[in-house]
């Protein structure tokens, strides 16, 4: 399973990664966009409101022109689109954005976009598609901007934003902020109010008038349906978020590193193959670095090597320092948030350090077996012992415990005591029970040797 998701991993370091990028464009001034007639309808009611959320992944890309499509369509009913906007950048190369944008421009119904709620972002190369749209409202608390270079063919879309495109390029706006500018046409706290301002657009109020207090008030007539991705484009858009990525490639190592000490093939492995074909995928849609995967990958390979005695030393070390670096460079260009790289790491080091050592030495010592064999046996200290330490016996290491007071050094002499669950008991081997030993062996084998002889004369 490890070595399957090593190939895999080599194969895609070798392989280019994330998006494309794309060729800024150095639009003229006095380009624009080219404008655009196009009117509902007639007997259409409905409005469909897209919902644009994450990063505008190939999924996601995909869901909206589809969905832009289906809206043009004759006899679909659609009035217009909205794209409910949350989304701070594009993963896409530039060919695929340009697709976006054809079918924005080239829709049969009018496509709207509204960034909201509060705390929403259109940014990047999503707030440049946002140029094309018929009408864009901002809610309060939301922002939009930082476009960064044009990236769109200045001939085919003109330059986005008209006489707004430098204030836009590196900073971001609000809603008081874009309604100043003319960015957008109004404000627009919640969706609802961004509908009512497109009754140009054919969305239908009537005033309602309440018979105790005389407000008057606006509902809507047209009908409104909100569309999102369907639930396996969902999963995979999900997964094609920089912390679950992330995340999933370290369960996905962690489960496959544990798999290497079980005969067969168990639930580990397959949830660990499982997650390793998901974050793949993840860092492919995603902009990575090559050698932050490789750093990681890396990482569990330093903790085998000491994972199985249980006691941290250079290769937990080195492995942690792998992770935390590749850990810190995974992304290039698009940010994650500290709460899943704290999480992940702290996860991680619980479960390498504390979780797995006892799990996988349960594995080797089934109580039908047992260890009371080693009991008298003899081997050496590998590092002190005060009182907890490692201990080589028949070739393997074990944790080790002493009651002495003084430690015993690395390379001492130990025999084994006792057992403690997984932990065994030592004490250190002074030179005259190591003479007196040898001495009892002796006699041993001469008392052997004479009990075969005198078989041989019976």
């Given amino acids: 399973m490890l070595l399957g ?61 589809d969905r832009i499509s289906r809206a043009s369509q004759p006899g679909s009913g659609v009035l217009f689109i909205v794209l409910r906007i949350d989304s701070r950048r594009a993963v896409v190369d530039e060919a695929e954005l340009a697709v976006i944008a054809d079918a924005i421009v080239d829709s049969q119904v009018p496509v709207t976009a509204w960034v909201g709620p509060s705390g929403a972002r ?24 930082d476009t960064g270079d044009q990236v769109l063919d200045c001939d085919r879309f003109g330059r986005l934003w ?30 609802g109010e961004f509908l009512f301002t497109l009754e140009d657009l054919g969305f239908e109020t009537v005033e309602v008038t309440n018979g105790e207090t005389g407000e008057i008030r606006l509902e809507p007539q047209s009908s409104v349906q909100f569309v999102s991705l369907p639930f396996v484009g969902g999963i995979m858009h999900t997964v094609a978020s920089p912390p679950l990525a992330y995340l999933l490639l370290l369960i996905a190592l962690s489960l ?21 074909i998901l974050a793949l995928y993840g860092l492919a849609v995603l902009p990575t670095n090559g050698y932050a995967i490789a750093l990681i990958v890396f990482a569990f390979f330093a903790f085998a090597i000491d994972v199985q005695t249980g006691v941290p030393r250079i290769w937990t070390a080195i492995g942690t320092a792998s992770v935390v670096v590749g850990t810190l460079t995974l992304y290039d260009g698009v940010s994650m948030s500290w709460v899943p790289m704290l999480g992940g790491l702290v996860g991680l080091m619980f479960g390498v350090l504390g979780g797995m050592p006892p799990l996988i030495r349960s594995r080797f010592s089934t109580p039908t077996i047992g260890r009371e064999w080693m009991i008298g046996m003899r081997g050496e200290a590998v590092e002190p012992l005060h009182p907890f330490g490692v201990v080589r016996i028949a070739e ?8 002495r007071a003084s430690p015993i050094p690395p390379g001492g002499p130990v025999e084994v ?20 030993s040898d001495a009892d062996d002796g006699d041993a084998d001469e008392a052997g040797s004479a009990h075969e002889a005198a078989e041989e004369t019976i």
């Fill in 5 to 65: 998701l090593v190939v895999a991993t080599a194969g895609w370091l070798l392989a280019p990664s994330g998006p494309v990028t794309a060729q800024a464009q150095a639009c003229p001034t006095g380009a624009v966009t080219p404008a655009v007639s196009r009117a509902p309808e007639a007997g259409a009611d409905l409005v469909q409101v897209v919902e644009v959320v994450g990063l505008m992944d190939p999924v996601l890309s995909d869901f909206v022109i």
């Fill in 122 to 145: 259109a940014t990047g190369e999503v707030a440049q598609l946002l140029a094309l749209a018929d009408r864009v409202g901002v809610a309060p608390g939301a922002r939009l901007g």
């Fill in 162 to 191: 008209g006489s707004n495109a430098t204030l836009l390029a590196d900073r971001t706006v609000n809603h008081s902020e874009a309604t100043t500018a003319g960015v957008t046409p109004a404000a627009a706290p919640t969706l």
């Fill in 256 to 276: 496959l590193l544990l798999e290497l000490y079980t005969a067969g093939v168990g639930i580990a492995g397959v949830t660990g193959a499982a997650s390793g």
């Fill in 396 to 403: 393997s290491l074990w944790r080790a415990r002493t009651f």
């Fill in 417 to 436: 005591t006792g057992i403690d669950g997984l932990l065994l008991e030592v004490s250190p081997v002074s030179d005259a029970d190591e003479g007196g």
